[in-house]
C-alpha cells in the first residue's frame, strides 16, 4: 500500500512540476517575441536564461553580459536593442546621445535603479542607492550637504592619516623587497578611510590581517549559493519577493554593523562626544523638525553602511588599477611623480587639500584607470513612465529595464582608439572636448549619479599622489602577464592578484 501511495505522490510531484516547466516555457516564448512585435533590434535570447547566459556560472548581475551586449549590438550598428533576462525585457543603450536621455534629460521616466529593493522590511531598501519612486529625491535632498566642499575639506585631514599607514606599510616592504599584494594594500587604506570618516573608527587595517570590517564588507560582495537562490528569486518574482518580505541583505553583516552605528550614537550621545565624520553629520540632520524626524534610526544605519561598502571597494579599484598601470609605464608614472613633486614644493612640500586640484595629470591617470577598468561595471535604470525614443515611434514601456555598459563605452575604439593602451593624455582637456561626455562615465551620470564622487576623487588622489611622491613602483614577477577581470561581480575585480614592488625613494 505504501509503495503505491509513494508511486502516486512521486507521479503528482512529476505532473507539477513537468506543468510548471511546460508553463514557464510558453510564457518565457511569449516574452521573447516582444521586441520583435516592437520592431526594436534584439539578441537571440535562449530558454530559461534570455541572453542571461553566464548567471549561474558567472555572473549575479548584468555586469559580465552587458559588454558583450553591447559589442553585439555596436557591431550590428545599433544604437540601442533588446535583451532578455530570463523573461524579463532589458533595453541595452550603445549610442551616447540615448545614454545621456535616459540618464539626464529625460530622467522623470527613469528615476529608479534596476535594483530590488523592499523599503518596508529590508534595511538595504531605505538606503539611497536602493531606495524607488517617490523616496529617492527627498534622502538624495538630505544626504547631499554631507560632501559639500566644505565637508570634503574636514575629511582632507582624516584621508591624510590614514595615509601614513599606508606609506609606512609600503616603506616596509620597500625595506624587506616583499611583494605587495595591491588590491589587498589599496583596499586595507580605503577601509580604514572610510571607517574613519563614515563612522569615526580606526579600523588599524594594516596592522590585523583580516579586520571584522574587511570580514563583513567583503561579504556584501561575494555572494554565497544560498545569496544565489535569493537573488534569483528576486530577479524573477520582484513583486512577489516583496509581499514574502525577502531581503536582499545577509543578516550576519547587516547586524554586525547595525550594532556597531547604535553602539557609537549611544557613545557619543553619552559621552557629548563629536566627530568629523558621516556619522555625525547624519546625527546632527537628525534634530526634530516640527516634531518629524529628518532620518529615522534605519535610514542612519542604511546609508552609514551603504557609504562605507559604496566607498571602500570603488576608489581601491581605481587607485589599484592606476598604481598596476603606472607600475608598468615607468615613463608615465615618472610624469605623474613630476606633477605631484612640483605643486607638493609649491606647498612647503606638503599634500594639501588645495594642492590636489592642481594635480590636473593624477586626475589624468585616475581617469583613464577608471576608462579601462570601471568599478562599477553596469549603470541600471528601469522604466518608471512609458517613453518614446528620441527619432523612433518606439514605445518603451514602463517597467523595462535600461542597462549601459561603462565598460563597454571605455574599451569601445570608435570612442578610444587602440582601447588597451594605457594613456593619460586621453583625458587632457584639449581630447576631453573632442568626445561626446556621456561615453566616459565612471561615476554615472546625471540626477542620480555618485553622490561621493568628489569624496572618492578627493581620497583616490590623495592615495596616488602620497605613494607617488615615495616610492618608484614595478609591476612583480609574481604577477601574472595578463590579467583577466572577473566580471562576475556588480564591482569590478581582477582575477588574479597583482604585485607590485616598492623602492623608496
Ligand atoms: C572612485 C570612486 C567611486 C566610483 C567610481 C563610484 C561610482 C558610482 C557609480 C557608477 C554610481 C551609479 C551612478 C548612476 O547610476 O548613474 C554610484 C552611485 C553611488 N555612489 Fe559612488 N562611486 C565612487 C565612490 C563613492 C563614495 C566614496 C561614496 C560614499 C562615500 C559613494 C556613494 C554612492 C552612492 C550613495 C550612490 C547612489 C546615489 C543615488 O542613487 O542617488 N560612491 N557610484
Not at 523638525?289 to 559604496?310: C, H, M, P, Y
Not at 616610492?471 to 609574481?478: D, I, T
Amino acid at each position: 500500500m505504501a509503495v503505491v501511495s509513494t508511486g502516486f505522490i512521486v507521479f503528482d510531484l512529476c505532473l507539477i512540476i513537468g506543468a510548471a516547466f511546460l508553463a514557464a516555457l510558453v510564457y518565457f516564448k511569449h516574452s521573447y517575441r516582444y521586441w520583435k512585435v516592437k520592431r526594436v533590434p534584439y539578441l537571440e535570447p535562449t530558454f530559461p536564461l534570455g541572453n542571461d547566459e553566464y548567471f549561474f556560472t558567472k555572473s549575479a548581475t548584468f555586469a559580465g553580459e552587458a559588454k558583450s551586449w553591447y559589442d553585439q549590438l555596436k557591431a550590428r550598428g545599433h544604437k540601442f536593442g533588446g535583451a532578455w533576462s530570463f523573461y524579463r525585457k532589458v533595453l541595452v543603450l550603445v549610442d551616447p546621445d540615448y545614454i545621456r536621455d535616459v540618464l539626464t534629460r529625460d530622467f522623470h521616466h527613469f528615476a529608479n535603479r534596476d535594483m530590488f529593493a523592499n523599503e518596508k522590511f529590508d534595511l538595504q531598501g531605505c538606503h539611497l542607492f536602493n531606495v524607488r519612486n517617490s523616496h529617492w529625491k527627498p534622502l538624495r535632498q538630505k544626504l547631499t550637504p554631507t560632501f559639500t566642499s566644505g565637508k570634503m575639506k574636514m575629511m582632507f585631514e582624516s584621508v591624510m592619516q590614514c595615509c601614513d599607514h599606508l606609506v609606512e606599510h609600503l616603506e616596509e616592504c620597500a625595506e624587506t623587497g616583499e611583494n605587495i599584494d595591491s588590491r589587498k594594500t589599496l583596499s586595507s587604506f580605503t577601509i580604514d578611510v572610510i571607517g574613519s570618516v563614515a563612522f569615526g573608527v580606526d579600523c588599524n587595517s594594516f596592522s590585523k590581517e583580516e579586520s571584522d570590517f574587511r570580514k563583513y564588507a567583503n561579504l556584501f560582495f561575494r555572494p554565497n549559493f544560498l545569496d544565489y537562490i535569493r537573488l534569483l528569486c528576486l530577479k524573477l518574482f520582484p513583486d512577489l519577493a516583496r509581499k514574502l518580505r525577502l531581503k536582499i541583505g545577509n543578516t550576519r553583516r547587516t547586524k554586525f554593523f547595525r550594532d556597531m552605528v547604535k553602539q557609537t550614537i549611544d557613545h557619543r550621545i553619552q559621552f557629548k562626544v563629536t566627530r568629523p565624520d558621516f556619522l555625525q553629520l547624519l546625527i546632527n540632520m537628525n534634530v526634530e523638525r516640527d516634531g518629524k524626524e529628518v532620518l529615522s534610526f534605519d535610514q542612519i544605519v542604511a546609508n552609514t553602511i551603504l557609504f562605507f561598502v559604496a566607498g571602500f571597494d570603488t576608489p581601491s579599484t581605481a587607485m589599484n588599477f592606476a598604481l598596476f598601470e603606472l607600475a608598468r609605464n615607468p615613463d608615465l608614472q615618472e610624469k605623474a611623480r613630476q606633477e605631484v613633486r612640483k605643486v607638493m614644493g609649491r606647498n612647503d612640500g606638503q599634500t594639501t587639500y588645495e594642492g590636489l586640484r592642481e594635480m590636473t595629470y593624477v586626475k589624468q591617470v585616475l581617469d583613464e584607470s577608471m576608462r579601462m577598468y570601471p568599478p562599477l561595471l553596469t549603470l541600471s535604470r528601469v522604466c518608471t513612465k512609458d517613453y518614446e525614443l528620441r527619432n523612433t515611434d518606439i514605445v518603451i514601456e514602463k517597467g523595462t529595464s535600461v542597462v549601459i555598459s561603462t565598460l563597454g563605452l571605455g574599451r569601445d575604439p570608435e570612442y578610444f582608439p587602440d582601447p588597451e593602451r594605457f594613456d593619460p593624455d586621453r583625458f587632457s582637456a584639449e581630447e576631453k572636448a573632442k568626445r561626446h561626455p556621456y561615453v566616459h562615465i565612471p561615476f554615472g551620470e546625471g540626477p542620480r549619479n555618485c553622490i561621493g564622487l568628489r569624496f572618492g576623487v578627493m581620497q583616490s588622489k590623495i592615495g596616488l599622489a602620497r605613494i607617488l611622491s615615495n616610492f618608484r613602483l614595478s609591476v612583480s614577477l609574481k604577477t601574472k602577464l595578463r590579467i583577466n577581470l572577473d566580471k562576475k561581480l556588480f564591482l569590478l575585480k581582477e582575477n588574479e592578484p597583482i604585485y607590485l614592488k616598492a623602492e623608496k625613494l
